[in-house]
């Protein structure tokens, strides 16, 4: 026998005399042999173990606890006396030796303890010993007059190592009014192995046993800990009694038994717990719904005859249909798809019914999720006894698992007699990428029914797999089928699944005798084919016989155009194919060149413009008019001016507006434009159509254009809108303070005088109500030193000094302290929203400050608020005198810092000066009139004073 098992073994007499005595007593002998236990362990041996830690790794921690395991029981007590009760103010401090050694402090002893118990808890045989008199070492000194807090650390440590041997002792604390949670959830820790039906082993029948002692006198608290923990450890035995408590129990107690119940997982709970489920209170009967879903979910794990149990319950939740309710759907239909057997299939099925949409839609897509061939086979089998809407459901289910062995019931579903049955195995169809499915579906096309056929055509559509995409090319190969239908169907279909090897194919169907197939055929090849059937399809474009027919065969040379060689390779071919062709061939050539676009497409088709065919020429202007780029635009004009038709001079007018409003042409050439094309303009109509293209030029002189055509009523309106337009886009902005601004303002107050458009109303104010911050010709200069983010806020630098002098010499340099290259002041201008940025202005940008000065022409003296935000600090002087003075390191917000102060009649003198530690670097600035607190419009801003 090792010296650790023979400690362990002397101190078990011990621990077993000690083990009758209660919590409140504890005999003079037990004292003595606890005390004579812990005096077989010197203080300098503990002391020792205790300057070890805190361990500094798991190794180091581990050889700790194995040597104070080997020190025995009388380690252990003598541990346990020094753990100390908060706030304790006398005997000495824990790890302190009766002989002055170093005080380890209190925390050590309980890593000490805490260590051991996660050491003797490990799994193992030559763990088992060490465990047991822990254990028992523990539960004897639980039954001494420990204080309270000492007792909960004990218990607390019981968690990771208790054994059946401490039950007794840990339940005796249960009716405890402090400790019972501790008891209970050290109980807990208890359980053992758990079995297949949830059954506990050795060590947690005896904590069972100990919860089951205290139930009948538990009450309050204590009861609800008690039933609590015979409910985790699942004890069947316990349901009776845990029923009973249930009676006139409050409310929080009620909640703790019927988890209870529902987590034993009992048959015999179903009662009670599904009673619950019927309460009056919302709250309770939410948490007993959740209760019953656990116990269903117990039951069916059980297995056997509770499966049964189980689907009853959940067929009673499923009952409960309201809209509410749909979450409890969902999970009772997860529930039913974990159960095994049959016995979920009832539920499932109802659930797949159910005429809400997002029940089915779960119910369907959760049961195609569980997994098995017999599961399929179990469904497909119910496929032969369920009337047609359950067949459906049933159907979509399994395509949706994918499963192969279903789908031969499937393809022999798509012959169902119900519509919604057939229409369900079709689109379960092509879920399958077989070549079965395939030819079953390819098949469906030429159905006299024409939701199979549009069922058919969706599910080839989206059939996963390259053979599913042969055996359709392999059906277009074969001639002669079955009818119009379906062969604009597959045309369709093999188009939607990008089938470029069909192309050669396809192109057989370009003469087929049914004009919708030949125009399915044409926009197939639109979309699969390149520039190498090119000249097959020039040569099949004549027998393009109806509109729809010739549209597809333009949109498909188009196609292939656009995307082969240069310009010339691009048009070549369809010039060519213009001499000797029909008025309606032509037709559709100068079309598809009039798309395609470009100088080499462009002469055909001005040349078409003279050609002795009216039709023709109608379509040479028509293709103009939707010309893709600017090189039309002089033959526009001239059929805008010279055409005989008024139609055709209308459409180039339209197409010569729309080119001259795209492009990257200078402002002032798009404006010479848009004068010569107004001057052709005779209707209000093509009046108001120049005016939407003028409004797109943001210049002073397109805005003066406008003008005079407000005193038209015709056309008021859109040159109010063309002039808002104008002003909103333009560089040269309505509150600049030159005369640009100003006959920008008077250009939109006339407007506001004499429009009626609500919005364009509102858009011309809003303009007129908008400072411009973007045209404020502030004057920087920086960087200077700025030492710790703050040191030169209170320094005066020259330039500084100047401007508050009145002496604003924008010209001069200035040398920084310390001498290097000379600062002078430069021209920055602040964002749309007021922010100035010095980031970008200057170098370097950390520990530094910067100062922005402008000139503001007021036309009276009066009172305004000074308004800024700065990113850090700011100083703010008006006309030498300093109104803001805040030393921060802060984020710039506009407005954070307003003061009042009084303009001067003519010029005044603004100055900041902005430091910066590291980080954003700007500022917010402006005047605001006192009553509105909204920005003055009638100051004018200049680098220095004028005049």
Sequence with gaps: MTKVNSIFCRAAAVVLMAAPLTASFESREVQAQNAQTANAVSDA????????????????????????????????????????????????????TPQGGTETGDAKVEH??????????????????????????????????LPMPTKRFLLQQLNFSGG????????????????????????????GETGAAGGIGETGGAAVAALRAALPQARGRNLSAVIKALGVLRDAASVPAITRAMNGADRDTRQV????????????????????????????????????????????????????????IYRQLQKRTGEADRPLQIAVLVGLSKMSGSGSDAGLLAGMTSPDNQISAAAITTTAAIPGKDVTARWVGRLKTVAPPARAAILTMLGRRA???????????????????????????????????????????GSQDAGDRKAAQTALAQMPGSSATTVMAAALATPGLSSPQARRALLDVLATRRATGSVTAIQAYLSDKDTGVRTAAWSAIGTLGDASIRPALLRALPKAQTDAERSEAEKALLAVSRGSGDEAARVGPIVAALKGASVPVRASLLRVLGRIGGAAALSPVQAALKDADADIVDTAVRALSEWPDSGAL?????????????????????????????????????????RQVMALAARPEEKKLVLSGIGGVPTLSALSMTLPFLDDAAIREEAAAAAVGIA??????????????????????????????????????????????????????????????NAGFDTAFESEQDVLKGAVDLDRGYTLPGGGNAVRWKAARSNNEGLLDFNPLFSPNTNTLAYATIAVRSPNARSAIVSVGSDDGARVWVNGQQVISKNVPRSARPGEDQVPVQLKAGWN?????????????????????????????????APRPQG
């Design 257 to 312: 038994a019927i988890f209870a119940l529902a987590n034993i997982g009992d048959a015999a709970a179903t009662k009670p717990v599904m009673a619950a489920t019927e309460t009056a209170s919302l709250y309770e009967r939410g948490q007993a719904t959740d209760a019953a879903l656990l116990l269903a979910r117990r039951l069916a794990e059980v297995g056997g005859a509770q499966t049964k149990d189980a689907a009853n």
């Design 909 to 941: 003198q603004i100055l900041l000066k902005i430091t910066q530690g590291g980080g954003g670097w700007e500022f917010y600035f402006d005047l605001l009139d006192p009553a509105t607190k909204k920005p003055l419009l009638d100051l004018e801003y």
């Design 728 to 789: 909103q886009n333009s560089a040269e902005d309505q509150a600049r303070s030159d005369a640009t601004g100003e006959q920008t303002r008077a250009a939109l107050r006339r407007v506001v005088a004499v429009a009626r458009n609500e919005q364009t109303l509102r858009q011309a104010q809003e303009l007129l109500d908008k400072p411009n911050y973007a045209a404020r010709p502030w004057q920087v200069i920086g960087p200077f030193p700025n030492a710790g983010g």
């Design 164 to 191: 059946a041997e401490a039950a007794s002792a840990i339940g005796g604390f249960l009716l405890d009014p402090e400790l019972y949670d501790d008891a209970a959830q050290a109980l807990i820790a208890m359980r």
């Design 45 to 96: 041996q503990i002391a020792a173990l205790l300057r070890r830690l805190p361990a500094p790794d798991a190794t180091t921690a581990a050889a700790v606890s194995r040597d104070l395991a080997a020190l025995g029981p009388g380690a252990i007590i003598k541990l346990i006396g020094m753990l100390q009760e908060p706030d304790a103010a006398d005997g000495p401090r824990a790890g302190e």
């Design 634 to 674: 002089p033959t526009l004009l001239d059929v805008a001016r010279n055409a005989p038709k008024q139609t055709h001079k209308v459409l180039a007018l339209r197409g010569y507006v729309r080119l001259a409003g795209t492009g990257n042409m200078p402002p002032d050439e798009r404006l010479v434009m848009f």
């Design 403 to 445: 499963d192969a062995s279903a789908l031969p019931a499937i393809l022999a579903a798509t012959k169902d007699t119900d519509a919604a049955a057939r229409s369900a195995a079709i689109a379960a169809a092509g879920n399958f990428g077989s070549a079965n499915a395939a030819k079953t579906l390819v098949a469906l096309l």
């Design 112 to 145: 000490a303890l805490y260590g051991l118990a996660v050491h003797v808890g490990r799994s193992g045989p030559e763990a088992i010993a060490e465990r047991r008199l822990f254990t028992e070492t523990l539960a004897s000194q639980l039954r001494t007059a």
